[in-house]
């Protein structure tokens, strides 16, 4: 069941993409895809470097990814989110953008509008600032994560008229 659902997330990032970003019809002008980074190793306590498991998921994110019309990738200064992101810029052949952390989520989430309006970007972050990214992005509340959950994967679409569709998987 999780597979199914996945390939239909990864379905509809693809459909919705495949056409022209702004469409007068309605369609989607903007897609942000946000995660936490993987699970963290235990070899740096203030910046640990990916596990086993977490390189692993940060390649499983990047084959779900592969097909996406990525045109930008976000991440913290960390390790863990650089590395999480990595092998999906890499696959995209685009550069990982650092981003503060600490920027209020509104304030980030304006700029990646302004900055990003008719792209796909990708946005790797941390159990306390990816649902207020989400929450930024999409006008929808998040519920928190816990501190050993790397697997929630959210998809929003913005449209031309700035209306935003929130979607939330596993992956």
Known sequence: ??????????????????????????????????????????????????????????????????????????ATGYRRTQQTAQPVAKSHDIGVMTY?????????ASMLRASHHGSTVLVVGHSNTVPEIVAALSGTAVPAMADDEFDRIYRIDIKADGEATLLQDRY
């Open 1 to 74: 069941m999780k597979r199914l659902s996945l390939l239909v997330l990864i379905g509809i990032l693809i459909a919705t993409n495949a056409c022209s970003p702004i469409k007068p019809d309605g369609g989607f002008a903007t897609t942000f895809v946000i995660v936490r980074h993987a699970e963290k190793g235990e070899d740096d306590a203030r910046d640990p470097s990916l596990s086993e498991a977490g390189k692993q998921r940060a390649q499983a994110l990047a084959r779900l990814l592969a097909n996406a019309p990525l045109t930008a990738a976000y």
């Open 100 to 108: 503060n952390g600490q920027l209020p989520a509104k304030a980030f």
